[in-house]
T-cell receptor, first 115, second 113 residues
Framework: NAGVTQTPKFQVLKTGQSMTLQCAQD?????MSWYRQDPGMGLRLIHY???????DQGEVPNGYNVSRSTTEDFPLRLLSAAPSQTSVYFC??????????????FGPGTRLTVL | GQNIDQPTEMTATEGAIVQINCTYQ??????LFWYQQHAGEAPTFLSY????GLEEKGRFSSFLSRSKGYSYLLLKELQMKDSASYLC??????????????FGKGTTLSVSS
């Protein structure tokens, strides 16, 4: 199993550009989520999905869109990039059940800089 | 409101024992997680507590008191490779996000020789 994969690893955008951060998992997990991590702020939830076709907003959703057409993929779209979106983005997945083993597995992250 | 607090930074020496505390206030509770994150890498799972008490896993132990909203991560026989950030996270079942985790800001541990 590859686990959770994210592409690209690094990206530089200009203000106003749009792009999609890719996330895929091969563990047949129902639950997927996107976090951003900023210095001194910890990990903050952007959007999440409890299964294919179902998505919802997290703590900081503004400026981002998501879709979940398959169980495996959960892309994050930046509609019009702003410098405030400079951050490290992590995708995570879990089985989505409330069991002791249901921890979240994180992808390697995408480091995004918006100029 | 939802709040998770942990110290920002801690330092310790090789071979020592360090305790990283975490206090939380959330609308619901269905487990507390500790993650380790090395600089430039993704968080990796360390431990999980849902009932009160101590869970031991080799050099790492985690404790939970639900009535006090308190947890700690205990690291024994510290090694240089333990220098990392340690993230406390609560699974808030009453949160709209279901199994989403609410994270503290992390504690950066520096281990010196």
């Amino acid at each position: 199993n590859a686990g959770v994969t994210q592409t690209p690893k690094f990206q530089v955008l200009k203000t106003g550009q749009s792009m999609t951060l890719q996330c895929a998992q091969d563990m047949n997990h129902e639950y997927m989520s996107w976090y951003r991590q900023d210095p001194g702020m910890g990990l903050r939830l952007i959007h999440y999905s409890v299964g294919a076709g179902i998505t919802d907003q997290g703590e900081v959703p503004n400026g981002y869109n998501v879709s979940r057409s398959t169980t495996e993929d959960f892309p994050l779209r930046l509609l019009s990039a702003a410098p405030s979106q400079t951050s490290v983005y992590f995708c995570a997945s879990s089985g989505g059940e409330f069991t002791s083993t249901d921890t979240q597995y994180f992808g390697p992250g995408t480091r995004l800089t918006v100029l | 409101g939802q709040n998770i607090d942990q110290p920002t930074e801690m330092t310790a020496t090789e071979g020592a024992i360090v305790q990283i505390n975490c206090t939380y206030q959330t609308s619901g509770f269905n487990g507390l997680f500790w993650y380790q994150q090395h600089a430039g890498e993704a968080p990796t799972f360390l431990s999980y507590n849902v009932l009160d008490g101590l869970e031991e896993k080799g050099r790492f132990s985690s404790f939970l008191s639900r009535s006090k909203g308190y947890s700690y991560l205990l690291l024994k026989e510290l090694q240089m490779k333990d220098s990392a950030s340690y993230l406390c996270a609560v699974r808030d079942i009453d949160n709209q996000a279901g199994t989403a985790l609410i994270f503290g800001k992390g504690t950066t541990l520096s281990v010196s020789s």
